[in-house]
């Protein structure tokens, strides 16, 4: 494999709704996932610090604790090597229950790839607990 399977175009907009496609498809391979980001990768999630290798815990923590995960990209605005979105992530539990959070975020790009995304989360539905979801491991 080549290390930047589904990173073709290296349009900010194109890879953050690619990367967003295979987070959300919980049978997709987590190495292509992170061929979306830098080896050095930092995520800031309401000010707390993930790495690349955390990143991953999250993904596979979300696809063992989740029957699914949706997002709906509400704005989007990019320039350069940055841009920003504010999304909604909707995630749906095994017993059924839903939880709605509502993300606003700063992504820097270096190469192609995603080296920092830094993000604010709100939880708009849920239940007490569900603001974790955002840095779950």
Known sequence: MSGHIGVVD???EK???DMFAMFTDFGSD???LTAFMTPDYRQL????EMTLADFRAHALALREGLSSLEIEILHLVCEADRAATV???????PC???SV???VAFYQFRGGRLCLVDELTR???GHDGDNALGSLQ
């Open 10 to 12: 290296h349009a900010p």
């Open 15 to 17: 890879i953050i709704r």
């Open 30 to 32: 987590l190495d292509a």
């Open 45 to 48: 999630v309401d000010g707390r």
């Open 87 to 93: 999304h909604l992530a909707s995630a749906t539990r």
């Open 96 to 98: 059924g229950a839903r």
């Open 101 to 103: 959070i509502r993300v």
């Open 123 to 125: 939880v708009q539905q």
